[in-house]
């Protein structure tokens, strides 16, 4: 298993591109099930989780060419509307194909995803709203089994703010007879996204980034080509990753738009951040001040951006508070980060983090997508080499990363 070796100490300075969202790309595919025609995407990624989820629609039929960031599929001939256990359990995103198979042909058999490392995360708000929308849903034998003779619109009430719920159920209500409203809706750029794409190809969709989404059901959907908005999560974790090392960075092919609530803390963290059209430059002190933080739905901070603030805070001057809404297992790093000398108390969905003068180089075990973007940053800065353990989960969403990190002057080698 790959391990990533850093050495801290070193002030990232320089420039490098971010490149297309993960979690944008990972919908925008599965909306190819949508149509008999070929869609072409462009700026996706080349990141384990879109090769697996590639791997899962070729699996149902779906052609699959791509060549660097475009991919086109074509998923005229899908006769296998399945996604098995094997493939979900790796990625749970693949949970996607459920709303495009119902509505498309009437019929899913997609694996339940079960635990994951940051929590239960069930999918019963995805099968509540195709329930609504006339689908008989029955889950059996750890399947999930929809099946109707043809979707027809509904109002449905989301209980909580899911953004692959809505995704999903934005998906089915596109072929849907009548008019669809989503309540309650996600209102991340990643859904906005995949509206953007999907009224591309034919759909009618009002609303996207407000919390009501209309979907007026069209006969079919057609080709279209349609580009991958870039990733802000990975912009946040470079500028965090800049901003801990003091240093002066400029990140190309994105925007501050989509990070307001990231880069107001960075600001109050200490950071000079200018927003340019298609990039963000980032000037950090030589430390930044503690600032504490609560995870909450778009436009609230990401909880995909906690844990590299806890990095960052615990080499902060100051205590910071990080409270944690979302998902109620995600303080796994911490353990790993108290390993590299952080001082960090946990009480229930709260943590509270002393930052320390400086931290000490030692062995850490990733443990899922964003602990461990966390514990490079903090690498970065701990004395001495710091060795992070299970780096697959890294490979799942950012794309290039030692090469990224090498052209900002960081020092770090995987070990294969
Ligand atoms: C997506 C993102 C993930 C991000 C998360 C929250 C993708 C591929 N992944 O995950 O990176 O961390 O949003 O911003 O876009 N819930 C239920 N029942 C449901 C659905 C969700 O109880 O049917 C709960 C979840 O357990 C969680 C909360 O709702 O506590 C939000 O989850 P959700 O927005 O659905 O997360 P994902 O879409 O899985």
């Not at 809505?166 to 072929?175: P, V």
């Not at 990401?302 to 109620?328: C, K, L, S, W, Y």
């Not at 514990?375 to 710091?386: D, N, S, Y």
């Not at 992070?388 to 070990?415: Q, W």
């Amino acid at each position: 298993m790959d391990k990533l070796l850093i050495e801290g100490g070193a002030r990232l300075s320089g420039e490098i591109a971010i490149s297309g969202a993960k979690n944008a790309a990972l919908p925008i595919l599965c909306a190819a099930l949508l149509t008999t025609e070929p869609v072409t995407f462009t700026n996706v990624p080349r990141l384990n989780d879109i090769a697996t989820l590639l791997r899962l629609l070729e699996q149902m039929g779906v052609k699959v060419s791509r060549e660097a960031d475009v991919v086109t599929l074509d998923a005229s001939g899908v006769d296998n509307p399945v996604a098995s256990y094997e493939m979900v359990k790796t990625m749970r995103a693949s949970i996607l194909v459920l709303g495009p198979l119902v509505a498309r042909f009437g019929e899913a058999r997609v694996s339940l995803p079960g635990g994951c490392a940051i929590g239960a995360r069930p999918v019963d708000q995805h099968i509540k709203g195709l329930q609504a929308m006339g689908a008989d849903v029955k889950v059996e034998h750890g399947y999930v089994h929809a099946k109707v003779p043809k979707l027809k619109g509904a109002r449905i009430f989301t209980d909580m703010v899911t953004v692959t719920g809505t995704e999903n159920l934005m998906m089915a209500a596109c072929l849907a007879d009548g008019e669809t409203v989503i309540e309650n809706a996600a209102r991340e750029p990643e859904v906005v996204d995949l509206a953007n794409c999907l009224v591309a190809m034919g759909a009618r969709i009002s609303g996207a980034g407000g919390d009501v989404i209309r979907i007026q059901g069209v006969a079919a959907l057609h080709s279209a080509t349609h580009r991958v908005m870039p990733d802000r999560i990975e912009t946040g974790t470079y500028l965090c990753a800049a901003a801990v090392t003091g240093g002066d960075v400029r990140l190309t092919g994105t925007s501050a738009s989509y990070l307001d609530a990231v880069i107001d803390k960075l600001m109050d963290a200490g950071c000079e951040i200018v927003a340019e059209r298609d990039a963000v430059r980032l000037k950090a002190p030589a430390r930044l001040n503690a600032v504490s933080l609560r995870t909450a739905p778009y436009p609230a901070f990401p909880t995909d951006m906690q844990a590299q603030f806890m990095a960052i805070n615990a080499v902060a001057e100051g205590t910071a508070v990080i409270r944690e809404t979302i998902f109620e297992n995600r303080f796994m790093h911490a353990v790993e980060l108290q390993r590299l000398g952080a001082d960090i108390k946990i009480d229930g969905n709260t943590a509270f983090v002393k930052g320390v003068a400086r931290l000490q180089g030692a062995t850490v075990m990733a443990t899922d997508l964003r602990a461990s973007a966390s514990l490079i940053i903090a690498g970065l800065v701990a004395e001495g080499e710091t060795t992070i353990e299970r780096i697959y989960h890294l490979d799942r969403g950012y794309e290039k990363l030692e090469s990224k990190l090498a052209a900002l002057g960081a020092k770090v080698r995987r070990l294969s």
